[in-house]
């Protein structure tokens, strides 16, 4: 195993100070914990936005905590959810009278351990809602979801609701944007090559040097078929397909497009990819309102990408447009 860190065992505590360390006009640490927030945290009179996970999908979650983003973000250890004692003091650190909302990706672990966070912050007399993101529609059920997972699509309920939060929307409002983000954004993903959990010292799985895995989670799992490797178009053309198949996209309806590399995929190649996504669409009369492309979620260093469509009307662009002072998500 070749990585650049210290002990395999405290990678996470020293991520975590290093951003601090390289952001500390703008984030905070809380004290004794494994969250970062808002310098300014808490915001008084504004919802709170909270979200996490396991480590190793930088820049997600921390990489999104600024201004008209999230709030706090909690890591937990390498692909292991925060333990609820932690995303409670995420919640109790941002709450500015004004109730506290979570954006949950849908892995079993998180979902548990974020809903108990939200009941002990209740019982503290916060009010919490949450969303639950299931954009993934390579598998219904997976060795760590019941359901669809969360993958790259999360971040663009990040943004949404952080902007609806930002502009002075109440607890209901953002959590009824934050569901119709979660009903409008599809995504599907692919890997050319493992990761490798530190602690763990070897790769997750195997791809032999002409396999590909099609509908890869964020987590080294299986998707859904392991075949040869093929073209950038055609990698293209079967992860939009996939997308576009399980969401009625018509004609004339306007898109964000979402093009994110998993840890170690050249830019190159992703603009690649989004050159054939891009033509896909037009062929099929859906208007590109706006593209991202670069690591949004990652897994490690896993080389791979997906493909993430979100259908827009006029809130949600709007919102999509609005200020960030994210570190990962300037606009």
Known sequence: MKKIINDPNQVVQDMVQGMVAAYPEALKQVPETMVLARKDSPVQGKVGIVSGGGSGHEPAHAGYVGKGMLDAAVAGEVFTSPTPDQVLEAI??????????????????DVLNFEMAAELAEAEGIDVQYVVVNDDVAVEDSSFTTGRRGIAGTVFVHKITGAKAESGGS????????????????????ALKPCTVPAAGSPSFELKDDEMEIGIGIHGEPGIERKEIASADQIAEELTAKVLQDLDYTTGEDVAVMINGLGSTPEMELYIVNKRVQEILKEKGITVYKTFVGEYMTALEMTGCSVTLLKLDDELKTLLDADSDAPAFRS
Not at 94 to 109: P, Q, R
Not at 176 to 186: I, L, T, Y
């Open 171 to 190: 607890l209901a409002e953002v959590k009824q944007v934050g569901e119709k983000v979660v009903a409008n954004v599809r995504s599907m993903g692919m």
């Open 92 to 109: 109790k650190t941002v709450d500015g009278g004004s109730g506290v909302f979570l954006v949950i990706k849908n892995y079993t672990g």
